[in-house]
């Protein structure tokens, strides 16, 4: 007898635009999309360089009012390991 595997969920590939309308806009697909992938319902991936064109916008855009970053190395790298995206 062969033993039901889950079917792999739907896979979708996210570019740098796609990462930060998922993470600022709470209304775009994007933003559904991670909700879902935080449920397991989809996998998303995105290749590296789109963690760090997201790394250069949060070091070089959220500052605050003394110009300094908002987010340090070690809060970006946990942001990272927390989002239920696959970088490769």
Do not use: C
């Amino acid at each position: 007898m062969k033993a039901d595997r889950p079917s792999k969920p739907p896979t979708y590939k996210f570019d740098a635009e796609q990462l930060i309308r998922a993470l600022f806009d709470a209304d775009s697909d994007e933003s559904v999309l991670l909700e879902l992938a935080a449920m397991n319902r989809v996998e998303l991936h995105a290749d590296g360089m789109v963690w760090n064109t997201f790394l250069w916008l949060m070091m070089n855009v959220m500052k605050d009012a003394s110009g300094s970053s908002i987010f340090n190395g070690a809060e970006l790298g946990k942001m990272k390991a927390e989002l239920p995206i696959f970088f490769h």
